[in-house]
């Protein structure tokens, strides 16, 4: 896709329908001047440049990457209409789209009836989720495994809530012996099941879960947050085996109470599209509310009458339909860019098995890999492996020549120790190395970021060997970034 061409084209489509309702005076005071805006967009333009390459493939952290080019086309377009689809009439247009949008995603997970709208995020989902689960089991707490996101805790608190954590096991999933336990004691109304956890993508075993908790008369919220579009693949035995993911957890999506999918991180889309479902449309009656602006065009249920938010992005909606056109999602459509994702977690975890500077965290289960550098034999330790881990991350950013960008992530250390007996517990934990590869790039790339972590690795570790020599370039690794010596001031004067 051309964004010279289909920018200015996005720009336009406001303008063109604006025609029809004749011309009008513009007020000076929105007048602007060009020179003086000239002035503050290279201001502007300069300032963004202090970012991170989220699109390049060297960057191998967080879970970001830029939109779809249809998605930004999607968003700037409808953005010069500005709908806000709180109600019908704020925006007819984008919230049939958004309509059609949560009917797909619906579809995606397999749930039999929905109803649900996008949230400006995941977290705010997840509050509605648990909103609803208050509601309906007033009194009852909620569950979620003790590596969920740090958001569950925090909303059940804003919720007046009671929460509790679940133990989790060596991969990182949701132990159902504990919570078992937990069900037992009557405490528990909600329980929420993670498929692909911020960190390391673990992925709960949402069909046990299930089939406790109704055991139990609790509900089910999964939270997909970031692994929710991995259905379009894991739903499908065949396409499942392919990428070795189990199909169990996400069949059973389909038959949960509630499920949050963040369309901007595997959806394409930009920041400020999260999407909250509910298996029984029934739930609109917690959310019945009066107010004396808005419903007036609408016999149906509004968006906003479903919905904690006020005001939300039509464009939201609008981008993420323009992207489903092209995209859709199927395992042909979107499944294919999350594949890639897919298969070079699994070729990277082979990669570091092979490879003596690596060691890895624990096999991924989805595109999330984590790793660190291997310890030297007389100081296999936590401290080493969290010093070491530091090193590689900060020497990867500051190399001017070849840069490459992961992100940490922390690991208690009774969980390191129980997959890693080797490394002594000198501490509480240690952070490992954790790359996210969510851009298809990331597969041709991956020779090269391999082969770049290991051998920053294997400096990382030399460095901390202790003789004076490796002392001192552990401490030149220390004063990255801006520390570095420009050759200027290298030259002699
Ligand atoms: C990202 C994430 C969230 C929070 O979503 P935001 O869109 O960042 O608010 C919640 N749960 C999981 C599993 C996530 O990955």
């Known amino acids: 896709m051309d964004l010279r061409y289909w920018l200015p084209r ?41 970012n991170y390459p989220f699109f390049h493939p060297r960057y191998a952290g967080q879970m970001v990457k830029p939109p779809h080019p249809a998605a930004l086309v ?31 995603l619906a579809a995606m997970f397999g749930l039999p009836a929905h109803v649900g709208h996008l949230t400006s995020s995941g977290t705010i989902a997840n509050l509605e989720a648990l909103y609803v689960a208050r509601q309906s089991h007033p ?20 919720l007046g809530v009671q929460g509790h954590a679940v133990a989790a096991d060596a991969a990182g999933r949701m132990d159902v012996g504990a919570l ?24 709960d075993p949402v069909h046990e879960v299930l089939a406790l908790a109704r055991r139990y008369g609790a509900r089910v919220h999964v939270d997909a947050a970031y692994g929710g579009f991995f259905a379009l693949l894991g739903r499908d035995g065949a ?18 109470d509630s499920v949050t999918v963040d369309p901007h991180k595997h959806g394409l889309q930009p920041y400020g599209c999260g999407a909250v479902l509910f298996a029984d449309p029934a739930i609109g009656r917690h959310f019945a509310h009066d107010s004396p602006y808005t419903y007036f065009t609408d016999a149906e249920l509004h968006l906003g009458e479903i919905s904690l938010e006020c005001s939300r992005a039509g464009a939201s909606a609008a981008a993420l339909w323009l992207t489903l056109q092209l995209l859709p999602l199927t395992a042909d459509g979107l499944g294919r860019v999350l594949a890639t994702g897919r298969r070079t977690a699994l070729r990277w975890a082979e990669l570091i098995d092979d490879c003596e500077e690596l060691t890895l965290n624990q096999a991924p289960q989805l595109d999330i890999v984590t790793y660190f550098p291997t310890p030297r034999a007389g100081a296999a330790t936590l401290s080493a492996v969290d010093a070491a881990a530091d090193r590689v991350l900060r020497a990867g950013m500051a190399d001017g020549e070849d840069p490459v960008y992961l992100s940490l992530l922390r690991v208690d250390a009774a969980d390191l120790t129980r997959r890693h007996p080797r ?44 003789s004076d020599a490796c002392a001192d370039r552990a401490a030149a690794f220390e004063n990255v970034p801006d520390a570095l010596p420009s050759v200027a001031e290298e030259s002699p004067r």
């Not at 377009?77 to 919230?95: I, K, L």
């Not at 569950?152 to 608190?157: D, E, G």
């Not at 396409?239 to 949960?256: F, H, R, S």
């Not at 490394?423 to 996210?436: E, I, N, P």
């Open 74 to 104: 999607g968003y700037l377009a409808a953005m010069r209409f500005n709908p806000n689809n709180h109600a019908y009439e704020g925006g007819p247009a984008t919230s049939d789209m958004e309509r059609e949008c949560v009917a797909a």
């Open 180 to 203: 078992e336990e937990l069900l037992r004691t009557g405490r528990v109304g909600t329980v929420v099941a993670t498929c692909g956890t911020t960190g390391p993508g673990a992925v």
């Open 423 to 466: 490394l002594a517990a000198d501490a509480d934990g240690a952070r490992v190395l954790r790359s996210v590869l969510i851009k298809p790039e990331a597969e041709q790339w991956l020779p090269r970021l391999h082969a770049r972590v290991a051998a920053l690795a294997a400096e990382a570790v030399a460095s901390d060997a202790g």
């Open 139 to 158: 009194g009852r707490g909620v569950a979620y495994s003790a590596q969920a996101h740090y958001t569950h805790a925090r909303m059940c608190h804003v």
């Open 239 to 256: 396409q499942a085996a392919a990428l070795g993911l189990d199909p169990a957890p996400w069949q059973a999506i389909g038959a949960c």
């Open 10 to 50: 996005a720009a336009e489509v406001a303008e063109r329908w604006g025609e029809r309702f004749g011309p009008y005076t513009p007020h000076p005071v929105n007048a602007v001047d060009e020179a003086q805006f000239a002035a503050a967009f290279e201001r502007f333009a300069k300032r963004l440049e202090h």
